[in-house]
């Protein structure tokens, strides 16, 4: 049974930084390809990126390039969101996906 849960959320000010953790258990996050996705209010759930898993390439929605990275960490078994000059429209609830599995969420709010 795969569990994922995320942390690292907060409030935070325009153009500051965050970084999500979504820790993986059950399942090595080396052997699949990870994504985070988010969902902000009255809204659909919206991917942001995702690593693969054969050759860690890294690929984002265009709205999030050059301000987030996302890695792994296999020894940890987590998935990181370097999440970078911050806008309030990133505000959401942080959601790590992997194996048809979904976290819990963190909440991210940008203040302007």
């Known amino acids: 049974q795969v569990q994922l849960v995320e942390s690292g959320g907060g409030l935070v000010q325009a153009g500051g930084s965050l970084r999500l953790s979504c820790a993986a258990s059950g399942r090595s996050v080396t052997s699949y390809d990870m994504k985070w996705y988010r969902q902000a209010p009255g809204k659909e759930r919206e991917f942001v990126a995702g690593?693969?898993?054969?050759?860690?390439?890294?690929y984002y929605t265009n709205s999030v390039k050059g301000r987030f990275t996302i890695s792994r960490d296999g020894a940890k078994n987590t998935v990181y969101l370097q999440m970078n000059s911050l806008k309030p429209e990133d505000t959401a609830i942080y959601y790590c996906?992997?194996?048809?599995?979904w976290g819990q969420g963190t909440q991210v709010t940008v203040s302007s």
């Open positions: 690593i693969r898993w054969k050759d860690n390439f890294a």
């Open positions: 996906n992997g194996w048809g599995s």
